[in-house]
């Protein structure tokens, strides 16, 4: 099954899930892709900010476009997210595209880093992307079509004092994201990374003006990035221009971390 030949952003008969999809780079996605023709489905723990989401983007959603559809559940479960992929393949025939975006943090300096904070990083982070990915993969083998994008951080690449949690998830997700590129490959399915830098989110939002006029000195296009910025990105590697690249980090960065 191919998209329209109108426009490779065109996404109707396609279906995502969005993990991590009610606000900030998520959601950017979800009403991207929504916009796009998609059926999405996205996912998150607050059910509130979830369904509120949900009912802000259908009402936005062009006449025709298929509904957007918020999902409780928690990356970290396995079994949660075994249920949450089998209940999308029952409900929509099919699952096109994964996007693992959910993340938290739990930033310390190491001798101040409790094993709880490694723990639930890892837990969400990186074996939640495990979970959706093993969840989905099943029925795109079967369908021999799919589209697995990942959401790492340029922290992954270059780490961060205060963040070595956080930095080892996130590496740890190219590894995995390429390990899958080789694995899928030969039933069409491409697994991507991308790699945000500093993007204006809940979680930048919290930073003091000093220090984010700082770390607008220290990318080269001067700014922070907007959830927009990525969601461009993700769109370009889940439409048919990318249908050749797989097994690749994108850096969405602003030119932040050149090597």
Not at 14 to 28: H, K
Not at 97 to 117: C, H, P, Y
Not at 159 to 176: E, P, V
């Amino acid at each position: 099954m191919s998209c329209s030949n109108h426009h490779p952003f065109d996404f109707s008969n396609r279906v995502a899930l969005v993990t991590g999809g009610s606000r900030g780079i998520g959601r950017a996605l979800t009403e991207r892709l929504a916009g796009g023709g998609a059926r999405v489905f996205f996912c998150g723990t607050n059910t509130d900010l979830g369904h509120r989401a949900a009912d802000e983007i259908n009402q936005r959603l062009p006449a025709g476009n298929p509904p957007t559809t918020f999902l409780a559940a928690n990356v970290a479960d396995f079994e949660a997210c075994n249920r949450m992929i089998s209940d999308i393949f029952k409900e929509a025939g099919r699952l096109d595209f994964l996007v693992n975006n959910a993340g938290i943090t739990r930033d310390n300096l190491l001798m101040r880093l409790k094993e709880s904070d490694w723990d639930e990083v890892m837990a969400v982070n990186l074996k939640g992307c495990f979970n959706c990915a093993r969840a989905a993969a099943r029925g795109m083998l079967k369908q021999r079509y799919g589209r697995l994008l990942f959401l790492s951080s340029v922290i992954g690449l270059m780490g961060n004092a205060g963040q070595a949690n956080y930095a080892a998830a996130k590496a740890g997700i190219i590894g995995l994201a390429r390990s899958l590129a080789k694995e899928l490959a030969s039933r069409n399915i491409t697994s991507n990374i991308i790699a945000p830098g500093y993007i204006q989110t809940d979680m930048t939002a919290a930073l003091d003006e000093k220090t984010k006029n700082e770390i607008s000195s220290a990318i080269p296009l001067g700014r922070l990035g907007s959830s927009d910025d990525v969601a461009n990105a993700a769109l370009f590697l889940l439409s048919p221009l990318a249908d050749y690249i797989t097994g690749q980090v994108l850096q969405v960065d602003g030119g932040m971390l050149t090597a």
